[in-house]
C-alpha cells in the first residue's frame, strides 16, 4: 500500500465553483498535513499546514483533516482561473512525504 | 518576502561527469531539504540537513549524492558521476526552527543527463 494517495485527475471545473481535493494515507504516525499548489515547471508554493485532526481556513481555502479515516481534504470556494495548477498533499514526519498531485482546471 | 533561491535553473551535462547544485535558503532557517521530481512523477524526499550533518536521508541518496553547506548562506547537492537516470527537477527546500514543518521551496533547478 502507497503512504499517500491522491487521484491525480485531471480535474476540470468551471469558475465560481468549490473544488474538494483528497488524500489518503496509511501511515498514522503523520501528525502534520500540507497543501502544496504546483504551476507547471515551478517549485512546490506552500498554501497551508494543519496538525492533528480538524479544520483550518485562510480565505479561500479549507483544509480538513480525519486521523481516524486517514483521509485529508483541501476545498476551494469561489474557484478562479488562477487557481488552476497541480495541487499537492503531503505528509510530514519532519521529511515530506508527496502524494502524486491532482491537476486543477478552472475554466472561466 | 524571503523565498529560497536555486542556480543555475537549466543544467546539462553528459553522463559520468559530476554536477552542483546550489541552493541559498531563507536567512533565518535551520534546516535545509533537497528533494527531487522525474517528470510527470512525485516530488522524492533526497536528504535533510541540520546542523552542519545530514539528518536524514533517502534511498537515493546513495555514495554518488553529498551535500554541503560550505558557508553561512549556501547549500549545495553535488552529483558525482551523473546518471540518465538523475534527470529530473531537483528542489531545496529550508524551514525555520519555529516552522520545522513548514518546508518552503525554491524554483527548482532542471538537470537533464545526456
Known amino acids: 500500500q502507497k503512504e499517500v494517495e491522491q487521484d491525480p485527475g485531471p480535474l476540470s471545473v468551471p469558475e465560481g465553483a468549490i473544488v474538494s481535493l483528497n488524500c489518503t494515507y496509511s501511515?498514522?504516525?503523520?501528525?502534520?498535513f500540507m497543501w502544496y499548489r504546483q504551476y507547471s515547471r515551478k517549485g512546490p508554493e506552500l498554501l497551508m499546514y494543519?496538525?492533528?485532526?480538524g479544520n483550518k481556513e485562510d480565505g479561500r481555502f479549507t483544509a480538513q483533516v480525519d486521523k481516524s479515516s486517514k483521509y485529508i481534504s483541501l476545498f476551494i470556494r469561489d474557484s478562479q482561473p488562477s487557481d488552476s495548477a497541480t495541487y499537492l498533499c503531503?505528509?510530514?514526519?519532519?521529511?515530506?512525504?508527496f502524494g502524486q498531485g491532482t491537476e486543477l482546471s478552472v475554466k472561466p | 518576502e524571503p523565498e529560497v533561491t536555486q542556480t543555475p535553473s537549466h543544467q546539462v551535462t553528459q553522463m559520468g561527469q559530476e554536477v552542483i547544485l546550489r541552493c541559498v535558503p531563507i536567512?533565518?532557517?535551520?534546516?535545509f531539504y533537497w528533494y527531487r521530481q522525474i517528470l510527470g512523477q512525485k516530488v522524492e524526499f533526497l536528504v535533510s540537513?541540520?546542523?552542519?550533518?545530514?539528518?536524514?536521508k533517502s534511498e537515493i541518496f546513495d555514495d554518488q549524492f553529498s551535500v554541503e553547506r560550505p558557508d553561512g548562506s549556501n547549500f549545495t547537492l553535488k552529483i558525482r558521476s551523473t546518471k540518465l537516470e538523475d534527470s529530473a527537477m531537483y528542489f531545496c527546500?529550508?524551514?525555520?526552527?519555529?516552522?520545522?514543518?513548514?518546508?518552503?521551496f525554491g524554483p527548482g533547478t532542471r538537470l537533464t543527463v545526456t
Open positions: 527546500a529550508s524551514g525555520g526552527l519555529a516552522d520545522l514543518y513548514e518546508q518552503y
Open positions: 501511515n498514522s504516525a503523520f501528525q502534520y
Open positions: 494543519t496538525y492533528s485532526s
Open positions: 503531503a505528509m510530514s514526519g519532519g521529511k515530506l512525504i
Open positions: 536567512s533565518n532557517h535551520l534546516y
Open positions: 540537513f541540520y546542523n552542519n550533518e545530514i539528518s536524514e
